[in-house]
């Protein structure tokens, strides 16, 4: 299969990379550049880093699928795609606060274990507003002393925003959020009305 890459900005927050193949995404990747620098520079709850995150994306070319990828290897419904513009359109409204659904976007999980992928399922349905602890997503994973584990995979994360690991947090206050720190992950945590 072949990698379409289509890259992407949004003011105050930084620059985008999306890879699509075979109507899935492959990834999402975003680097919270120094647009966001600025945006943050006045906020009580500190700067990000202009270091690009860059560790998700997929080759040109990835071996060929199967045909029934889509319903095993994804999130996908039967005759569901992912439109690159249409989901560069989705992750920009987010960002800008707008009340968006990014859960339905299909992505590709056939790479993943399938401890990584009950755990990216779990997280894609918290819905907007709300927040689980690290132990809370292993327990709806099906894995409720894996806590540490799930973490893992919040922080290998390769779907940014698409599967919102920002909705995860500390049993004792915000945690991380990467080298992207706790400011941008309150920010996140904001456009959705949670105050932490």
């Known amino acids: 299969m072949r990698a379409e890459r289509r890259a992407y900005t949004v003011d105050g927050w930084g620059e985008g990379e999306l890879w699509f193949g075979e109507g899935l995404v492959l990834a999402n990747d975003f680097s919270f550049s120094a647009l966001a620098d600025s945006a943050l520079a006045g906020s009580a709850h ?28 994804s999130v996908a ?24 659904e990014l859960s339905d976007v299909p992505l590709d999980l056939e790479p993943l274990s399938d401890f990584q992928r009950a755990v990216t399922i779990a997280l894609r349905g918290v819905p907007r507003g709300e927040v689980v602890t690290y132990g809370e997503l292993a327990a709806l994973a099906g894995r409720p002393r894996a806590q540490r584990a799930a973490g893992s995979v919040c922080a290998q994360n390769p779907f940014m925003f698409l599967v919102p690991c920002h909705r995860v947090v500390a049993a004792n206050g915000i945690g991380s959020y990467g080298s992207a720190g706790a400011g941008v992950k309150r920010r996140l945590l904001g456009l959705e009305g949670v105050d932490l």
């Open 77 to 100: 419904k039967a005759g569901t795609h992912a439109d690159p513009d249409d989901v560069v359109a989705l992750v920009r409204a987010f960002l800008t606060g707008d009340r968006v």
């Open 46 to 73: 500190g700067t990000a880093p202009t270091t690009p995150r860059g560790a998700h994306r997929p080759p040109e070319v990835t071996v060929a699928s199967n045909s029934g990828r889509m319903g095993n290897g």
